[in-house]
């Protein structure tokens, strides 16, 4: 789950044994590295559409395959740096990450596009990179086809048991393909916790005694494991829009249900309050029964449009795209409005070309979160989820709880990482209360299982992603504050709602 997601993206692109040496209670030392990180100007392209800030440099570090040889193969992980300009102020290092699991080369390009505060900036060297397997770091390939890439990494919406049993023969073919490729060599040693791992590689190589960390998304996850993993390394680390403790598993998979049930309601208070532009509905109740009843007829009778086919389904993964942001509001009610009259909807705003690398990314995420934890095996126990979340949750709930192929992924080579309360109180996590990807409820699971060593400030806006282009001025500040002062609150506490609507 990225913070910043594209239509292209989401939709075309949309029992174990542990290993000796890096279990939990024997958490691997840094390893030496042979050389640093040779630095160098970053190419044109890398800030995906966002300009490269002057001094921003990338470099490649080559990290190992497998850490319990740390003398065996190894694969190169690209890492950009904005260094400060600030020397007197500088203090460390912030890695940061996007979520996805995605490329984050570019990221500090788009922080600071995005207004990452000067005394941040001159703080810290700003670090991204791209995780093991995917975008310029050594990459993976499932070989997937177009059709495949198109589902993209969130299951298509289940109408019944049929529905399950077809994806379930679809992503049995992709988990086959994952690990057949010409990267299956890669596959097991391709996980989170690997991640990292990696992360702690570019600290020492950076020559860096600790680190500092602001992950979205995805990026929460990697950021706990990070600190659970190298707490005696975690200096001052914020996680943004967080997933539960277990990461992108199962669970967290069917939480998009609730995510999209959440955030649904401010859609429709904004198709509503423009009834006359868009005539979807006086009330948000009339909305949202809009919309039941247009994704229930475009199951039935797909809208054809010029380049593509607009199901139910389809229907369901924009919206739930949409829900991402305010700003896409007018474009979905838009897009509704021209269903509703048969007619194939608008161009998404800023394009749907496609991710630049459609099968590495969402190649990429399947090694990472299939590796990460164990899916349930049987198709009839999704077909009993999707069943009840199709109740729990109508909007979206038979999405969620569909199959993907993790269900058909060999056993991990290590446990997950178990996120828990032991280690330094330097957590901030910060979290709207209508997050569509990632939800609330995921976020409360997380701040309970890291106990005393998280704060939590929770803001009352919706979206996906709060620091710092959230227009909620008290969230973004308690995120600034920490990162430039090293203070935790003392208590976790909630934003009341910012003076624009997002």
């Known amino acids: 789950m990225r913070r910043t997601l594209s239509i292209a993206v989401a939709v075309a692109a949309l029992a174990a044994v542990t290993v000796p040496g890096v279990s939990q209670a024997d958490t691997p030392k840094a390893i030496s590295t042979s050389k640093a990180v040779t630095w160098e100007k970053c190419a044109a392209d890398v800030g995906d559409g966002v300009p490269v800030p002057e001094g921003m440099q990338c470099g490649t570090l080559k990290v190992p395959l497998d850490y319990r040889k740390p003398d065996g193969r190894t694969i190169d992980i690209a890492v950009s740096r904005l260094p400060s300009k600030n020397a007197k102020e ?59 890439q198109a589902v993209g ?30 990267s299956a060599w890669m596959l097991p040693y391709t996980s989170t916790a690997n991640v990292a791992r990696d992360m702690d590689q570019i600290r020492a190589a950076l020559g860096e005694a600790k680190i500092s960390y602001d992950g979205a998304s995805w990026g929460t996850h990697l950021g706990a494991v990070y600190t659970t993993l190298f707490p005696e390394h975690s200096d001052r680390i914020v996680l943004d829009s967080n997933l539960a403790p277990g990461g992108w598993d199962y669970k967290g998979d069917r939480l998009y249900a609730q995510g ?37 007829r475009l199951d039935k009778k797909p809208v054809q449009g010029p380049d593509a086919e607009y199901d139910g389904s389809g229907f369901r993964m924009i919206t739930f795209v949409s829900l991402y942001g305010g700003a896409l509001s007018p474009w979905l009610a838009k ?115 890291f106990g005393d060593r998280a704060r939590i400030v929770t803001a009352d806006q919706g979206g996906h992603g709060v620091y710092p282009m959230g227009k909620n001025r008290c969230a973004n500040n308690a995120v600034t504050s920490y990162l430039t002062t090293g203070r935790l609150p003392a208590k976790d506490y909630h934003c009341t709602a910012a003076a624009e609507p997002r």
């Open 335 to 449: 897009a509704m409005q021209a269903l509703d009259a048969n007619q194939a909807p608008p161009p998404f705003p800023g394009g749907g070309g496609g991710a630049k690398d459609a099968d590495n990314l969402i190649s990429g995420r399947y090694y990472i979160i299939c590796n990460d934890s164990r899916w349930p095996t049987s198709v009839s126990t999704y077909q009993r989820a999707v069943a009840v979340d199709r109740i729990r949750y109508p909007l979206f709930g038979a999405a969620g709880a569909n199959i993907q192929p993790c269900a058909y992924w060999p056993d991990a080579i290590e446990k997950p990482v178990r996120v828990s309360d032991d280690g330094p109180s330097n957590v901030l996590m910060v979290q709207n209360l209508r997050d569509p990807a990632t939800p609330l409820a995921g976020a409360e699971d997380l701040r309970r299982a």
């Open 153 to 182: 990494n969130v299951p298509p919406y289940a109408r019944n048991a049929a529905d399950v049993t077809k994806r379930a023969a679809e992503v049995k073919q992709i988990a086959k393909q994952c690990t057949t490729s010409k």
């Open 90 to 148: 500088r203090r460390g290092i912030l890695l940061t990450n996007p979520g996805g699991p995605s490329a984050g080369l570019g990221y500090p390009a788009f922080l600071a596009a995005g207004g990452l505060p000067q005394e941040v900036k001159d703080q810290y060297d700003i670090i991204g990179f791209d995780p093991r397997g995917i975008g310029r770091s050594t990459p993976v390939t499932c070989d997937l086809t177009a059709a495949q």
């Open 260 to 296: 999209f049930q959440d955030r649904f309601p401010d859609f429709a208070k904004f198709a509503a309050a423009n009834y006359r532009e868009y005539g979807l509905g006086r009330t948000p109740a009339r909305v949202t029964a809009k919309y039941q009843a247009l994704a229930a």
